[in-house]
């Protein structure tokens, strides 16, 4: 189990290359004079020439990815020149709000999907079957921004159950931060959990058909005993990948649906930030959030070795 | 003698080519056949109507302002209201659905041929497996389509930058999918014989291996259509897709969510068009799945 945390910390090295390297060259891209952007029409040229050299924009490419580097590794992300402090202390001041809405989802997403899915497989062929894979495949089609919208529109304007945005901190009011994420973190799992029912359906279908199930029916086990302790647990790899795809689309949903609900989070953060053309912000949010989908790969592959005793080393 | 000779070799060739045409008309009846291909089919194909045909059935033009008529309920004259300018919603979607359409075309072709491309390098070529490999698993580190909003925002809106930025994200997952299809091609026996026989590299690339690894691309493309729809109507969400005022289903969206209080209808039609698109194109995926690839269940390897 550690020799292949280890292993798996080590393989994480050339990914992390490669994120840190394609978030340095995004400022590279932008098309024309970053400083005009950023001083604005009243600018002088003294001024552009700070921003400039502040930047670093005046330096040779491979200069300014030195740069980026040896700030990188000091864990200095840049600065904010519309925040007016730094990049990294920004971003990590927001992120247990995009986390917390996205481990939400997950969680909503992971338990109805996976109930959905075992309820089809068990009653295979079945209008509840039927019913179960149309929820989940009508579900996995709706775009989850607009999905938001149309629950804002419902029980915010309409029945006014529930605020239309805006955040209350968990500390502050613990009634007022459920209130405010219920919506959001169910607009998101509801377009997820579609994907976690049809992968939970199949692969129970593949394990249920398998002779170990049939006798442990014959022998007069308890369905439920059947059900979860023998099927499920063999099913759970295909789940678990799937799992692990979806937080990364969780994660980049609740960027999207921060922005739907007016909540505080990295996502709000970043579309701030393009349209102040805050490119440190847009960079240190990107990187620092694919960062954490790196983390979450490798929390989804030791979750495969504690479910498959087989690639255990018991070391 | 000789002529007996000629024509049974000729009918050889006939029969050949009969027999791949009616290989090629029962796939295609398979897939009639098939309830939720059908059905995807049937919405692609009215998807697509709308776009062409947006100049003759929108009832006004997208961009049309009436201020007389500003944020007026569904009605008979406007069936899906107006916004805030006075511009008949419908209009605007039927438009919205062409740069969608267009989006969509460009990103699946582009990500088909880089996909293909990159995928069957990394199989073929021995030495530029790890660092192709690598580079995607990088891009593919970024969650969802967050690297796109950040290429788009970069590069700045516009329809070009957003086909751009979103072939660039959903390309990894494709090139892998090629890769791995590949890699079991590569392994049969009838690709070792072609070599026997001295099948060139280009002849064995083309004709042997990607004609026999291509249905799990093209099943991942139906699907790369679907997502790159919702990507765009996202990208437009954000403001970083093409600009308005020309409409697209995401920037009519962002329209709505400004007017959510008092016309529910900006909003809430466009957003139906997509998941009905969407929809459309999964259930034509899943019965492209069932057929190509029985063994394959649904719902793995979406980008």
Redesign the interface.
């Known amino acids: 189990m550690i020799r292949f945390l280890i292993y798996r910390l080590l393989s994480a090295i ?6 840190t ?2 978030t340095f060259l ?2 590279w ?3 024309g004079d970053i400083s005009a952007e950023i001083g604005g029409i009243d600018a002088t040229a003294a001024d552009l020439q700070a921003i400039r050299e502040r930047l670093g924009l005046d330096q040779p490419l491979w200069e300014r990815a030195l740069r980026w580097y040896g700030d990188l590794f000091r864990g200095d992300l840049g600065h904010s020149y519309t925040l007016n402090r730094s990049v990294i202390d920004a971003v990590l001041e927001r992120l247990p709000v995009t986390l917390s809405l996205a481990g939400l989802a997950l969680l909503l997403a992971t338990i109805i999907g996976m109930l959905l899915g075992i309820l089809a497989s068990v009653r295979h062929n079945t209008w509840m079957d039927q019913g179960a894979m149309v929820t989940a ?2 579900g ?4 989850d ?3 938001g ?2 629950m ?2 419902l029980f915010g ?1 309409w029945l006014g159950w529930l605020p ?1 945005g805006g955040f209350v901190p968990l500390a502050e009011d613990p009634v007022g931060w459920a209130r405010s994420m219920v919506l959001p973190a169910f607009t998101l799992a509801i377009t997820q959990m ?2 976690i029912a ?2 939970t359906r ?2 129970m279908l ?1 394990v249920l058909g398998q002779d170990y199930i049939r006798t442990a029916r014959a022998k007069g086990m308890r369905a439920r005993t059947v059900i979860f302790r023998h099927a499920l647990r063999n099913a759970m790899i ?1 789940i678990i ?2 799992v692990g ?1 979806i ?3 969780l ?3 609740a ?2 649906i921060e ?2 609900f007016s909540l505080p989070g990295v996502g709000r953060l ?2 701030g930030a ?2 102040r053309r805050d ?1 440190p912000i ?2 240190g949010g ?1 990187l620092i ?2 960062c954490v ?2 983390f979450v ?1 490798i929390l989804v592959d030791m979750a495969y070795v504690w479910f498959d005793p087989r690639g255990r080393d018991d070391d | 003698m000789t002529t007996e000779a000629a024509s049974d070799t000729l009918s050889i060739g006939r029969e050949i080519r009969l027999a791949r045409r009616r290989r090629r008309l029962t796939f295609v009846r398979r897939l009639l056949a098939h309830p939720s291909f059908l059905v995807g089919f049937v919405i692609l194909v009215l998807f697509t109507l709308t776009a062409l045909l947006a100049d003759v059935i929108a009832p006004y033009a997208p961009t049309e302002l009436n201020y007389r008529f500003i944020l007026a309920p569904p009605s008979k004259e406007f069936w899906f209201g107006t916004d805030a300018y006075g511009r008949d919603v419908l209009s605007r979607i039927i438009y919205g659905t062409r740069v969608s359409l267009r989006i969509g075309i460009y990103v699946v072709v582009m990500t088909g041929i880089l996909g293909t491309l990159l995928g069957t390098l990394a199989s073929y070529v021995k030495w530029l497996d790890g660092l192709i490999m690598r580079s995607l698993d990088g891009l593919m580190a970024f969650p969802g389509v967050l690297l796109a909003i950040a290429l788009a925002a970069a590069l700045g809106p516009s329809e070009t930058n957003a086909i751009i930025a979103l072939t660039v994200t959903f390309t990894p997952r494709t090139a892998r999918i090629v890769r791995a299809s590949v890699i079991v091609v590569q392994g049969m026996q009838f690709i070792e014989a072609a070599y026997a026989a001295g099948a060139g590299h280009a002849r064995i690339i083309f004709r042997y291996i990607l004609a026999n690894a291509l249905s799990p691309l093209i099943v991942q493309l139906t699907f790369v259509f679907a997502v790159s729809i919702v990507a765009e109507a996202i990208l437009s969400f954000l403001g970083v897709g093409p600009p308005p005022p020309a409409p697209s289903l995401g920037n009519i969206i962002a329209d709505g969510r400004s007017n959510i209080q008092e016309a529910w209808w900006i909003a809430v039609f466009p957003g139906l068009v997509i998941a009905v698109a969407v929809l459309g194109l999964n259930l034509m995926g899943d019965g492209l799945r069932d057929i190509l690839d029985p063994r394959h269940s649904s719902a793995r390897d979406r980008p």
């Open positions: 050339p990914v992390l290359f490669v994120v390297l394609v995004i400022m891209l932008v098309p495949l009508v996995l089609s709706i775009p921004f607009w999905f919208i149309v804002i529109i304007v239309t579609g994907v049809r992968m199949s692969a593949d295909p990948t799937v795809v937080s990364g689309v994660l980049s949903g960027v999207v922005t739907v970043i579309i393009i349209q490119f847009i960079q990107l959030t694919a989908f790196v790969n």
